[in-house]
């Protein structure tokens, strides 16, 4: 097509807020970051999929209506059920491996386990708002169908190995595991209370911990101390002794041996807790073969990664001249 | 992410019609196809790009609110106006231009003339049917903002040696130009009726024209003499003196060259069809300085390319083993 003259200018050529054009020099910059990650992510193994930009409303919402996910609907009356914009990667994916289960007679469908990464844009159907992208890419990097521990340390090596590719070269990997999160709620004795379940206050706790970067130790002492607002508030409303619990909890220190080992003695007897010690230690011990050095891996024990998500390891990266950013590279282990 | 067990299955794994999963194999393919076009693309110089998937409806369906383009609107309640999804991106790409003019002050925005290059994904809102898509890749190469002729035969050339890229052996590039289509329409003394205008009627003499592949000379005879059903049926309704002159010049035989020779005599004093004729001249001549052989393009006068949006040269490519895909490579002139 050549356009000799300009388009007589009926309509303001406007963009919506949030989505960005790329001309050519952002283009090519961006897609030279996009082939180095793809090209460690497929050194490691994962296969290059994509899956399509709109989907059945149904599969990304699940069974909740929420609107909490902001996620773009789609005006269709061609179909028989509502059509949106995908907010993530991983929910298509789920929506492929279920539709693709592998079948040993023919060696059809997806053959576990399998490592996938896709690279492609998502959709936030929120409200316009500076500094925010309501269409953004994300790279993500999955195994599916494993329950070693090898799993999570991979995804550890995949993390430093693209972070070192793009020449990046301060920064921190922690890890921390659902089940010791789940074990100190065990340790301070969270109970259901009469309109809170258990695991809503469990919740809770593990969102003020996740702050600890942001409000400080007294900050988080202060919250978890603090009165139920109403009796559906799950405040873990914590007695000084249980305090003096979580305190020791994160004040563990020193190297990541000698955490997981102050670990064990805090949890003793505390089976879910001694689980995902276990787990962390797996993963530590499979680092050293997949020649990631130790100073970029960190145990840490406030980390929690999201709410509902995850039940076994979890991982974030920060970048420590500009931990402003927050978590860069981020995941864990979802068992359903 | 690592995923142990399937999710416990509440949704259906479906995929709504009209949409594709890309598997490892189809991807690494389809990315080998993207990457020898895009590399051909830029050799002769045309920039990557990106506009979102999302934008306003009015950029996107212009004034008309027409649903003929099938758009796929999406809900929103965060924005003044209402989004849509692109169903190409020549509209988006219009927009950018408008939206960057060049400001010679500060060198900032786009200078013209501007070669852009985008791959992406285009989306029609249509009724799912098999062998058609709702979401599929388009690849397009614009020139933005030059009269000369120079453009529409580097666009021939990037055809020719995209094609030759991927390996494709025999094709042919056929050409044509509006403005003998339009000599044509004043040739055989086509008049404004009473409910119909004159363009009206010379866009469906066109539209007629364009099919002689599939229903043959005889049957585009048969079509141009039809009597229209209604006052408003744009019929062009030729005497058989001007079905004779639309043969006549469907009938034009020969080289290139000599087909350009016969067209002016036939059109000799219509001065729009002696230009279009001009810049068809200048085209061919263009092409053995750009290492285009001969026999790869042909100019044919019975093409048309689409209704409203062009006003000089057009041009089409067949696979000459495989007609039935119809053209796989087409574009043309616009001014606007």
Redo the contacts between chains.
């Keep these: ?11 303001k ?5 949030g ?6 020099g952002d ?2 910059a961006r ?1 030279k970051m996009i082939n180095t990650i793809s090209s460690v992510f497929r050194s490691f193994g994962y ?10 409303l ?2 990304l919402s ?2 909740e209506s929420d609107t909490g996910k902001n996620i ?5 009356s ?2 028989s ?1 509502p ?1 949106a ?1 995908p907010f993530d990667h ?1 929910v298509p994916f ?7 289960p592998y079948n040993s007679k023919d060696r059809s469908g ?1 053959r576990l386990p399998w490592r ?1 990464m896709v690279v492609g ?1 998502v ?1 936030r ?4 708002q500076a500094g925010r992208y ?2 953004f890419y994300q790279f ?1 990097a ?6 070693s521990m090898m ?2 340390a991979e ?1 550890v090596a995949l993390i430093f190995n693209t972070l070192s590719a793009l020449g990046v070269k301060k920064f921190l990997i922690r890890i921390n595991n659902r089940k010791i999160l789940n074990g100190l709620a065990e340790l301070v004795e969270i109970k259901t209370r009469d309109k809170v379940s258990k695991e809503d206050i469990t919740k809770e706790l593990m969102r003020i911990l996740d702050k600890v970067d942001k409000i400080g130790l007294e900050g988080i002492v202060s919250e978890l101390q603090k009165k139920p607002e109403s009796d559906f508030d799950p405040a873990p409303f914590l007695s000084n002794e249980a305090v003096l619990k979580v305190r020791s909890y994160l004040d563990i220190q020193g190297s990541n041996t000698e955490r997981l080992n102050k670990a064990k003695n805090v949890f003793s007897g505390i089976k879910i807790a001694e689980e995902g010690i276990v787990e962390l230690e797996k993963i530590i011990s499979f680092l050293a073969p997949l020649e990631v050095p130790a100073e970029f891996v960190s145990i840490d024990f406030s980390i929690a990664r999201g709410l509902d998500y995850y039940t ?1 390891p979890v991982m974030e990266t920060i970048l420590l001249d500009a931990k402003r950013f927050g978590s860069i590279f981020s ?6």
């Design positions: 097509m050549i356009i000799d003259k300009e388009k007589k200018e009926t309509v050529p406007e963009r919506p807020g989505f960005l054009d790329y001309l050519p283009f090519l897609e296969n290059p999929i994509e899956t399509p930009r709109v989907e059945f149904k599969t699940g069974e773009f609907r789609i005006l269709s061609n179909d059920e059509l914009m991983t789920a929506r492929l491996l279920a539709a693709n997806i996938r844009p959709f159907g929120e409200k316009p309501r269409q993500d999955d195994i599916a169908g494993t329950d799993a999570d995804i076994g995941g864990g282990r979802k068992i359903r």
